[in-house]
């Protein structure tokens, strides 16, 4: 079985720049996380999707970042302009049961 | 509020030495509880989980953990760590709400295993 894929693996970027990320989830997997982690803190949720409608986006900045999932599989994460404090590696996630969520690798982004 | 708290941030064992990481949750109803495990420059991987039934789960790589109701707390334990373990782990909680069924982490503890 194929996990969950994300692109890219690296992204380094100068502020006020945009970025985009795009995840595969796992094949049949309603539901679909972004998650952001700074380095040394644990996984923040920055949206939730069940198909392709989002359920949770309360802590998704909107101002900046938008996300959108496709035809209930792929998703893409945006960030535009970006800042500073971007900065973290972003996690996708795709869960088929409750909570039992399987990650990608992330993509690791530096804004600088 | 609901959370999850890992109060170690760091724990160094030696190799073949017993390992329990703590973890501590915050949740008015009965919860649903995962340990995950991120190596460097890796996404998180499941170890383990408890729904509800059995308060010792088993986990995969020789993990379990072990839920404590009165105690709020939801333990990882190994019986004799190997270098590979080394890694930093993440203990979370699944919510149901309102506003969406979420995955809560709490802030990992980092492993380091001595040889």
């Known amino acids: 079985e194929a996990g969950v894929a994300q692109s890219p693996r690296y992204k380094i970027i100068e502020k006020r720049q945009s970025v985009a990320f795009w995840c595969n989830p796992i094949s049949g997997h309603a539901t679909l996380y972004w998650y952001q982690q700074i380095l040394g803190q644990g996984p923040k949720l920055l949206i939730q999707?069940?198909?392709?409608?989002?359920?949770?986006d309360s802590q998704l900045p909107k101002d900046r970042f938008s996300a959108e999932r496709l035809k209930g599989v792929d998703s893409t994460l945006k960030i535009q302009p970006a800042k500073l404090e971007d900065s973290a590696v972003y996690l996708c996630?795709?869960?088929?049961?409750?909570?039992?969520?399987?990650f990608g690798a992330g993509t690791r982004l530096s804004v600088l | 509020a609901q959370s999850v708290t890992q109060p170690d941030i760091h724990i160094t064992v030696s190799e073949g030495a017993s390992l329990e990481l703590r973890c501590n949750y915050s949740y008015g109803a009965t919860p649903y509880l995962f340990w995950y495990v991120q190596s460097p420059g890796q996404g998180l991987q499941l170890l383990l989980k408890y729904f509800s039934g059995d308060t010792l789960v088993q986990g995969i790589k020789g993990f379990e953990a072990e839920f404590k109701r009165s105690q709020s707390s939801f333990n990882l334990r190994k019986p004799s760590v190997h270098w590979s373990d080394a890694a930093e782990y993440f203990c979370?909680?699944?919510?149901w709400g309102g506003g969406g069924n979420k995955l809560t982490f709490g802030t990992g503890t980092q492993l380091k295993v001595e040889l």
């Open positions: 979370a909680l699944f919510l």
């Open positions: 996630a795709s869960s088929l049961e409750p909570g039992g969520a399987f």
């Open positions: 999707f069940q198909n392709n409608g989002v359920v949770d």
